[in-house]
């Protein structure tokens, strides 16, 4: 593997290569990049298997480790074991017709004609993928207090709640009737 994380995938052979990422720099670095508040607790690595199919190449892979990220609404922190696999098709972009390939659609480039697989591009996708969109410390995380920013999973806060608008005060007593279109 080169320092870039490409494969050249003229070299691989009928039945597909098996190979390991498991550089931290390249998780750290995009971490870093993307300002993404997620800290590596067991080491990520990626274990790839690339065969070559009619049209392309058939990317299977399993990701796994463990990463701390903040709780979505008290913003402590959550331990998320990831364990994912993950199969795609990847197609070999012709270079002519570049107009009507959107950027991400393959992580193949072509390098003077050569097919690399962009191994970083692919790994960094699928760890994205494999986060919790909205990560909890528990199911029912009461978060923070809007008014003091109290924990209000471990403090009671004596906070006054807003009201709203005080011209919509009027309003907070109505209910509406149920089956109003069936009246005549």
């Known amino acids: 593997m080169q320092h870039h994380h490409l494969l050249s ?4 052979p009928p039945d597909g290569r098996r190979l390991t990422v498991d550089d931290a720099s390249l998780w750290t670095a995009n971490l870093r990049e993307f300002h993404m508040d997620c800290r590596v607790e067991h080491p990520l690595k990626v274990e790839l298997q690339i065969l070559p199919v009619e049209d392309g190449y058939l990317v299977r892979g399993e990701l796994t480790g463990g990463v701390i990220v903040p709780c979505n609404r008290c913003a402590e922190d959550v331990h998320i074991a990831l364990d994912s696999r993950f199969e795609e098709f990847e197609d070999v972009p012709d270079g002519e017709d570049e107009a009507d390939e959107q950027p991400g659609d393959s992580h193949i480039l072509l390098d003077k ?6 191994l970083a591009a692919l790994c960094w996708e699928e760890f994205v993928l494999a986060l919790p969109m909205n990560p909890l410390c528990h199911e029912d995380c009461k978060g923070l207090c809007p008014q003091c ?3 209000l999973n471990t403090t009671a806060c ?3 709640r807003d009201e709203g608008d005080p011209r919509l005060a009027v309003l907070r007593g109505l209910s509406l009737q149920k089956d109003w279109t069936e009246k005549k």
């Open 113 to 118: 004609g050569v097919p690399m697989l962009d």
């Open 149 to 151: 920013g109290a924990n």
């Open 158 to 160: 004596h906070c006054t």
């Open 9 to 12: 995938l003229n070299d691989l």
